[in-house]
T-cell receptor, first 113, second 114 residues
Framework: SQKIEQNSEALNIQEGKTATLTCNYT??????LQWYRQDPGRGPVFLLL?????KEKRKERLKVTFDTTLKQSLFHITASQPADSATYLC????????????FGSGTKLNVKP | EPEVTQTPSHQVTQMGQEVILRCVPI?????FYWYRQILGQKVEFLVS????????KSEIFDDQFSVERPDGSNFTLKIRSTKLEDSAMYFC????????????FGPGTRLTVL
């Protein structure tokens, strides 16, 4: 099965700075890698998806990179705001099988005003 | 905006009892999922469902679990004989179609087994 590693330590940054979160995986490269946001007691909310043949994807202040050689994805939030404080989850589909997803344990981001 | 709904929001049950967790996926979505999240731990895949049958299940999804889509709108997860370790948040999710990989999650049902 796929093992996904996200930094379990909280990331504390100052408002306005760029937050960078890391997702590393073992075994096979997934066809798709997704990032979700989860607030306490709530369900995950989809943010971005990147395909294995894409190096980078952007959406407003969010940017995701995908390096299949390093087996790593980086998730960036530019001009961070206190409202960005949440846990960010990385999720992988089993290669070309979107019927099963593996989630990382998430990294908690704290953006201080 | 359409959303996935789940009921109840909190279910308390005695060990050994059966529980049914209910979900209403987004209309016209084709793929459905159940996940669980034990407090402080990661979201774990349980089962996926498409075309009225299970597509994939995890090792967690043993014989005490079952899923059903009884009427074309509801999607249920049944736990036949609950154990203490079944206490968790259970999330339902749905996905539109083959080329759409975004999963829409519901708010979850918190299951407490005493």
């Amino acid at each position: 099965s796929q093992k996904i590693e996200q930094n379990s330590e909280a990331l504390n940054i100052q408002e306005g700075k760029t937050a960078t979160l890391t997702c590393n995986y073992t075994n096979y490269s997934p066809a798709y890698l997704q990032w979700y946001r989860q607030d306490p007691g709530r369900g995950p909310v989809f943010l971005l998806l990147i395909r294995e043949n894409e190096k980078e994807k952007r959406k407003e202040r969010l940017k995701v990179t995908f390096d299949t050689t390093l087996k790593q994805s980086l998730f960036h939030i530019t001009a961070s705001q206190p409202a960005d404080s949440a846990t960010y989850l990385c999720a992988l589909s089993a290669s070309y099988n979107f019927n099963k997803f593996y989630f990382g344990s998430g990294t908690k981001l704290n953006v201080k005003p | 905006e359409p959303e996935v709904t789940q009921t109840p929001s909190h279910q308390v049950t005695q060990m050994g009892q059966e529980v049914i967790l209910r979900c209403v996926p987004i209309s016209n979505h084709l793929y459905f999922y159940w996940y669980r999240q034990i407090l402080g731990q990661k979201v774990e895949f349980l089962v996926s469902f498409y075309n009225n049958e299970i597509s994939e299940k995890s090792e967690i999804f043993d014989d005490q679990f079952s899923v059903e889509r009884p009427d074309g709108s509801n999607f249920t997860l049944k736990i036949r004989s609950t154990k203490l370790e079944d206490s968790a948040m259970y999330f339902c999710a749905s996905r539109p179609g083959v080329m759409d990989n975004e999963q829409f999650f519901g708010p979850g049902t918190r299951l407490t087994v005493l």
